[in-house]
């Protein structure tokens, strides 16, 4: 019956298959001689219409169609960590042996290396019920991650045959299950898992704890919970990629997932090459130990990058799975959305706003909806945070995937290009940015940091709109004209903007800094501000506290205080008593 459906018309990368009855829709398909992975994504009584996921140059009419009665899916198993795939899970290194710097079309090399022997403890016995989500062995993936092999989800049983612990390929028999019906199924070190569907979970929690990222803009002004969903939009050069890399090398997520969905070769050799040169602080292993790469740059094919971000996520809910703390990047949705509007510019659809499909809404929900702090289904807890990118044209961020991202997400990170250009980063403007976890993290933090922490938060950002406030005036007349106190609120924005805001990746003080630390410097310039308020409302004038250089000093404090001397925050506290009391003297 299969070998009669043939391709009929081939439009880009859409396939079109006449009078075909045996596809199912969403079915993962081979295309044409050379197999090329496609996926069923409409069928009528007359046609049915096949996504293909690599070039389709070279395809001719009448060319055979095989179905593989199965969704699109990736294989799941040890061996993810500190690989790379492209964006339908076929690792890049194989690919290079087998055809050098570029993938050859219908490339078949399998996911995970099939002949690797792992290490396997097994955990369970015979006679032991097992449902899905237990975990019935565990192996040593990399030095700082240790994989556990799970029952899948619909799956329960009681086991019926154990094999010993000791050194398996991927699809060796390990676990033996027998379910209520008498069926038997055999238990490998891998699973297959459809990448559209998401992974159950036992329930999901709430978002009480921050994702720590040691980038003082986010952890103190715009806090993300683990599980949580941000946007990072920028116009070209304002540094997203940048800001991702820095969230990737430095949050305290167990696991990294970056997905470069559409953007440029050289911004993904850029990652690997800092990740494996990087050393991971909490282990001091390489970051690769610990991270996953789906490259799917601008000159492969569109559709690919479709499948890549929905294959990203797959890979974070199966860690996530295992109780651990997950951190996907997607950079960027924006070329996402392109490629579903070029995908529906084929299938000639009626186009909604700047020619994006009208799903366009539904599909980015799809993707952020699937994040979130769960209690995994053997009874642990883990996490997967969705930080995704977004590449608006010229910076208009009221384009339709930013405001549709905004419907969907809990944290804005809007980045700004004149910040950008004036080499402040991360470009991340605090008046058009927002999160909205504050009210779930601030037991986290009255409990951890004190309430002093959030006050201290609080003023900041109160400082810094008065500051914006005033700056508008400042524009029109000039800031002579203002009196003493609102000048003392510009200098200290100033000292708030350049030595709190502003962070410094390659200075190895500021790169990461703890919350105790961000705490502190806060605590300081707040008091260097209240203390010079008192002295201004006794009418000495702000020139004479400006002449001390306290401002310029705490602007640098950031460098001139290491992480782990936070006593010498004292002595600036000290100092700032001497000199002010000195003026009043």
């Given at each position: 019956?299969?070998?009669?459906?043939?391709?009929?018309?081939?439009?880009?990368?859409?396939?079109?298959?006449?009078?075909?009855?045996?596809?199912?829709?969403?079915?993962?398909?081979?295309?044409?001689?050379?197999?090329?992975?496609?996926?069923?994504?409409?069928?009528?009584?007359?046609?049915?219409?096949?996504?293909?996921?690599?070039?389709?140059?070279?395809?001719?009419?009448?060319?055979?169609?095989?179905?593989?009665?199965?969704?699109?899916?990736?294989?799941?198993?040890?061996?993810?960590?500190?690989?790379?795939?492209?964006?339908?899970?076929?690792?890049?290194?194989a690919?290079?042996?087998?055809?050098?710097?570029?993938i050859?079309?219908?490339?078949?090399?399998?996911?995970?290396?099939?002949?690797?022997?792992?290490?396997?403890?097994?955990?369970?016995?015979?006679?032991?019920?097992?449902?899905?989500?237990?975990?019935?062995?565990?192996?040593?993936?990399?030095?700082?991650?240790?994989?556990?092999?799970?029952?899948?989800?619909?799956?329960?049983?009681?086991?019926?045959?154990?094999?010993?612990?000791?050194?398996?390929?991927?699809?060796?028999?390990?676990?033996?299950?027998?379910?209520?019906?008498?069926?038997?199924?055999?238990?490998?070190?891998?699973?297959?898992?459809?990448?559209?569907?998401?992974?159950?979970?036992?329930?999901?929690?709430?978002?009480?704890?921050?994702?720590?990222?040691?980038?003082?803009?986010i952890?103190?002004?715009?806090?993300?919970?683990?599980?949580?969903?941000?946007?990072?939009?920028?116009?070209?050069?304002?540094?997203?990629?940048?800001?991702?890399?820095?969230?990737?090398?430095?949050?305290?997520?167990?696991?990294i997932v970056?997905?470069?969905?559409?953007?440029?070769?050289?911004?993904?050799?850029?990652?690997?090459?800092?990740?494996?040169?990087?050393?991971?602080?909490?282990?001091?292993?390489?970051?690769?130990?610990?991270?996953?790469?789906?490259?799917?740059?601008?000159?492969?094919?569109?559709a690919?990058?479709?499948?890549?971000?929905?294959t990203?996520?797959?890979?974070?809910?199966?860690?996530?799975?295992m109780?651990?703390?997950?951190?996907?990047?997607?950079?960027?949705?924006?070329?996402?959305?392109?490629?579903?509007?070029?995908?529906?510019?084929?299938?000639?659809?009626?186009?909604?706003?700047?020619?994006?499909?009208?799903?366009?809404?539904?599909r980015?929900?799809?993707?952020?909806?699937?994040?979130?702090?769960?209690?995994?289904?053997?009874?642990?807890?883990?996490?997967?945070?969705?930080?995704?990118?977004?590449?608006?044209?010229?910076?208009?961020?009221?384009?339709?995937v930013?405001?549709?991202?905004?419907?969907?997400?809990?944290?804005?990170?809007?980045?700004?290009?004149?910040?950008?250009?004036?080499?402040?980063?991360?470009?991340?403007?605090?008046?058009?940015?927002?999160?909205?976890?504050?009210?779930?993290?601030?037991?986290?933090?009255?409990?951890?940091?004190?309430?002093?922490?959030?006050?201290?938060?609080?003023?900041?950002?109160?400082?810094?709109?008065?500051?914006?406030?005033?700056?508008?005036?400042?524009?029109?007349?000039?800031?002579?004209?203002?009196?003493?106190?609102?000048?003392?609120?510009?200098?200290?924005?100033?000292?708030?903007?350049?030595?709190?805001?502003?962070?410094?990746?390659f200075?190895?003080?500021?790169?990461?800094?703890?919350?105790?630390?961000?705490?502190?410097?806060?605590?300081?310039?707040?008091?260097?501000?209240?203390?010079?308020?008192?002295?201004?409302?006794?009418?000495v004038?702000?020139?004479?506290?400006?002449?001390?250089?306290?401002?310029d000093?705490?602007?640098?404090?950031?460098?001139?205080?290491?992480?782990?001397?936070?006593?010498?925050?004292?002595?600036?506290?000290?100092e700032?008593?001497?000199?002010?009391s000195?003026?009043?003297?």
């Amino acid at each position: 019956m299969e070998s009669n459906n043939v391709i009929f018309g081939i439009n880009g990368p859409v396939v079109t298959v006449k009078n075909a009855s045996c596809f199912s829709m969403m079915e993962m398909v081979y295309v044409g001689s050379e197999k090329l992975v496609g996926e069923v994504i409409g069928i009528t009584d007359k046609a049915t219409t096949i996504q293909v996921y690599e070039e389709t140059t070279g395809l001719m009419p009448g060319d055979p169609v095989t179905g593989t009665g199965a969704p699109m899916n990736v294989l799941l198993g040890p061996g993810i960590i500190d690989n790379i795939f492209d964006g339908i899970e076929r690792p890049l290194k194989a690919i290079e042996e087998e055809s050098g710097a570029f993938i050859k079309r219908g490339s078949s090399v399998p996911s995970l290396d099939t002949e690797k022997l792992w290490n396997v403890t097994v955990t369970v016995k015979v006679g032991d019920k097992l449902v899905g989500g237990d975990i019935y062995a565990t192996i040593p993936e990399t030095d700082i991650i240790e994989h556990r092999c799970m029952v899948s989800p619909d799956l329960k049983g009681e086991v019926v045959e154990v094999k010993q612990s000791g050194k398996y390929k991927l699809f060796d028999t390990i676990v033996k299950l027998r379910d209520d019906l008498g069926n038997i199924f055999d238990l490998s070190l891998c699973q297959k898992w459809p990448i559209r569907t998401p992974r159950p979970v036992r329930q999901r929690l709430s978002s009480s704890v921050p994702l720590i990222t040691g980038q003082r803009i986010i952890d103190t002004l715009f806090p993300i919970s683990k599980g949580g969903t941000a946007a990072i939009p920028g116009g070209f050069g304002t540094g997203k990629t940048m800001t991702q890399h820095q969230l990737a090398k430095w949050c305290d997520a167990d696991i990294i997932v970056y997905v470069g969905c559409g953007e440029r070769g050289n911004e993904m050799s850029q990652v690997l090459d800092e990740f494996s040169e990087l050393i991971d602080p909490k282990s001091n292993r390489p970051m690769t130990d610990r991270t996953v790469l789906i490259a799917n740059t601008s000159n492969m094919p569109v559709a690919a990058r479709e499948a890549s971000i929905y294959t990203g996520i797959t890979l974070a809910e199966y860690y996530r799975d295992m109780g651990y703390h997950v951190a996907i990047m997607a950079d960027s949705t924006s070329r996402w959305a392109e490629a579903l509007r070029e995908i529906s510019g084929r299938l000639e659809e009626m186009p909604a706003e700047e020619g994006f499909p009208a799903y366009l809404p539904s599909r980015l929900s799809e993707f952020y909806e699937r994040a979130g702090r769960v209690e995994i289904l053997s009874g642990g807890e883990g996490s997967v945070t969705i930080i995704g990118a977004v590449s608006p044209q010229g910076a208009d961020f009221s384009e339709p995937v930013t405001q549709n991202t905004k419907r969907f997400i809990r944290c804005f990170w809007a980045l700004d290009k004149s910040l950008a250009y004036s080499r402040h980063y991360p470009a991340i403007n605090w008046m058009d940015s927002y999160s909205e976890y504050f009210t779930d993290l601030d037991p986290w933090f009255y409990k951890n940091l004190g309430s002093d922490f959030i006050r201290y938060r609080q003023k900041i950002s109160s400082l810094l709109q008065e500051e914006s406030r005033l700056m508008e005036i400042v524009k029109l007349i000039g800031a002579d004209v203002l009196p003493d106190d609102q000048k003392l609120v510009i200098e200290t924005a100033k000292v708030i903007r350049v030595g709190f805001l502003q962070q410094n990746a390659f200075h190895a003080e500021d790169t990461y800094v703890p919350l105790e630390k961000q705490k502190l410097m806060m605590k300081t310039i707040l008091y260097l501000y209240n203390k010079a308020s008192h002295i201004i409302s006794l009418a000495v004038p702000i020139s004479k506290i400006t002449e001390l250089g306290l401002f310029d000093k705490l602007t640098k404090m950031k460098y001139d205080i290491p992480n782990n001397r936070l006593d010498m925050f004292d002595e600036y506290i000290k100092e700032i008593d001497e000199k002010l009391s000195s003026i009043n003297a």
